[in-house]
């Protein structure tokens, strides 16, 4: 066959149809209000820092949204040289390496949802998953989802922690429907602490795949499956110290103070984490494209504006947003890629 | 003449204007590239509801990505069929993540038998026989195909379909020149082998292959089909 004989067999070509065209311009052009015009930025700029943790709220939505992210890119992703036999014998491990994403993705959404829920901004906000039972019911399926497959493999009895820790998620949820606090942004206290134990789940969990990752024999497989943890946590990482940032900024940062303290140790950590993920990669498949995820920590301005934070307690909050979103965005895709390249599709 | 744009602005004025926020740049480029950016993606996923699904998520991209979108000899096509070509493959990989997740559940090996995302049932375009022909002649296509790696089915798609220039499609899939024109050699040889495997002839209705042992779309992370 050549270009030409498979030219023939397309089917032909068909217009979008009329209603639907006209619906998906009405709808594109009300989002494109919403997110640009009156845009997030001249939100927050109206609003200022002391609607800082709306916009904190705001923006861990970006892991989510990041996920969805597109770079244009199509560079080698997966070792064609890989036979079906090879991928094959490697399956089940590297389900076990990618699987926990799906977790940790519907776990960040349900947490967007209830941090989002405290503040009663959950109608104000635009996020992922905007109702308590769709979220949950997500992640229990894809928490089910990873035990089956752990159950099904003695190599999966590392994640055995972990999912002890998911299954302990029944409780923060019953404290967050038991929250008798104003559903307003004075109800900060009990929204932080639902994130962070949120948050703890989330690091047992790539714990877990870390622990996991390191017991695979197969030197290709393994250092694929580390690039790809490291990436998911730097990701964890990245807005993690977003929000803390916000948050911080809302209060009056003091030398010495506790949030000084941890803020500092989170912005140390992400840029650690930028440097450990490009020294995992070296030498991989996913050089290249890990590279391209960690210069985007490097030139989008984040880690400066936090640092900028900690010496003299102003931040440009939106640029700072924007600096996160770029790193998440750049995070995300190469998360994808990495994936596609474990997995063998890509 | 608004924002600067009148007559039939080019690409470039649009994406200047696209910038300071224009609504009627982005009125332009959606009406000129709509209907491009539908067919490819039907060509990608084999579903016109997935390709329906896959314009709004490109023109959204497009508006984000504003400041940042790459022209080649000043039209932005080769960059749209870029990240329609990304979020097919994106659509493919949910597909399968969605399809191997129930198959877990249900305590089933992984496979295509249902809810593979093509022709989905609740498209309503489905009721339409044309489409669901085409459909179908697309998917046996798409599974023909996918004896090429992916990286050379990218580039021999957008060549061959889409009608991309070598630049054009460096642009599109972020990679040089000369790696376009290396894999587009391999990818031709590999097509050469193809022949009498290749799908379904023109204007003909039949039933598609087995997915389950051959379904595989170009360029796509359909994850434990294989």
Not at chain 1, 25 to 44: C, D, N, P, V, W
Not at chain 1, 121 to 136: F, N, Q, S, Y
Not at chain 1, 276 to 303: I, K, N, Q, R
Not at chain 2, 41 to 68: G, I, K, M, N, P
Request: glycine content about 10%; proline content about 5%; overall charge negative.
């Amino acid at each position: 066959m050549n270009e030409s004989e498979l030219r023939d067999l397309l089917p032909d070509e068909r217009p979008l149809p009329t209603g639907r065209r006209r619906e998906m311009e009405e709808r594109l052009m009300q989002q494109i209000e919403a997110e640009g015009k009156t845009s997030r930025r001249h939100f927050r700029l109206m609003v200022g820092a002391a609607a800082a943790i709306v916009v904190g709220v705001a923006a861990l939505g970006v892991v989510v949204v990041g996920d969805d992210g597109d770079r244009g890119d199509g560079g080698d992703r997966s070792d064609p040289a890989a036979s079906p036999d090879d991928r094959a014998s490697t399956a089940p491990l590297v389900e076990l390496v990618t699987v926990p994403r799906d977790v940790m993705t519907a776990v960040q959404d349900e947490r967007n949802q209830a941090t989002t829920w405290l503040l009663g901004i959950e109608d104000v906000l635009e996020i992922p998953v905007d109702d308590a039972t769709t979220a949950r019911g997500s992640t229990d399926t894809a928490v089910a989802g990873l035990r089956a497959l752990a159950d099904a493999d003695p190599a999966g009895a590392a994640y055995g922690p972990a999912l002890d820790d998911l299954d302990g998620l029944a409780a923060v949820r019953g404290d967050v429907d038991a929250d008798d606090g104003p559903r307003n942004l004075s109800n900060t206290g009990p929204s932080q602490e639902v994130f962070d134990r949120y948050g703890q789940v989330l690091t047992g969990l790539l714990d877990a795949q870390a622990a996991f990752v390191a017991t695979i024999d197969d030197p290709e497989l393994r250092d694929g499956a580390e690039v790809y943890q490291l990436v998911l946590r730097q990701q964890e990482l990245t807005t993690t110290l977003g929000r803390e940032a916000l948050l911080a900024m809302t209060s009056s940062l003091s030398t010495g103070s506790a949030e000084v303290a941890d803020l500092s140790r989170l912005h140390e950590l992400v840029r650690q984490g930028g440097d450990t993920l490009a020294a995992a990669a070296d030498g991989t498949p996913y050089e290249e494209v890990t590279a391209a995820a960690v210069g985007e920590l490097d030139a989008s301005g984040f880690l400066p504006a936090v640092a900028g934070l900690l010496e003299d307690g102003t931040m440009n909050i939106p640029d700072m947003l924007d600096s996160m979103d770029s790193v998440v965005v750049g995070l995300a895709a190469a998360a994808d890629e990495v994936e596609a390249g474990l997995t063998g599709t890509g | 003449m608004v924002d600067g744009l009148a007559g039939e602005p080019s690409d470039e004025a649009c994406l200047a204007a696209l910038a300071g926020g224009s609504d009627r740049a982005f009125t332009v480029l959606f009406e000129r590239y709509a209907d491009v950016v539908h067919n490819t993606a039907f060509r990608r996923t084999a579903s016109w509801s997935a390709a329906e699904d896959t314009v709004e998520t490109v023109f959204l991209e497009l508006w984000r990505q504003r400041q940042r979108i790459v022209t080649c000899e000043g039209s932005i096509r080769p960059w749209l069929l870029g990240v329609a070509a990304n979020r097919s493959r994106r659509w493919w990989r949910d597909q399968a993540r969605k399809a191997r997740a129930v198959e877990r559940l249900a305590g089933r090996e992984p496979g295509l038998a249902a809810g593979d995302g093509r022709g989905d049932g609740a498209d309503p375009a489905d009721l339409v026989a044309a489409r669901v022909d085409d459909e179908r002649r697309m998917a046996g296509l798409l599974a023909a195909l996918g004896a090429l790696p992916e990286p050379e089915q990218d580039v021999l798609t957008l060549r061959a379909w889409e009608g991309l220039g070598y630049e054009e499609i460096a642009v599109a899939l972020g990679i040089r020149v000369g790696t376009v024109r290396s894999r587009l050699s391999r990818a031709r040889a590999r097509l050469r082998g193809l022949e009498g495997t290749a799908a379904t002839p023109r204007a003909s209705t039949v039933e598609p292959p087995d997915r389950a042992a051959t379904a595989r779309p170009p360029a796509t992370g359909q994850e434990g089909w294989t």
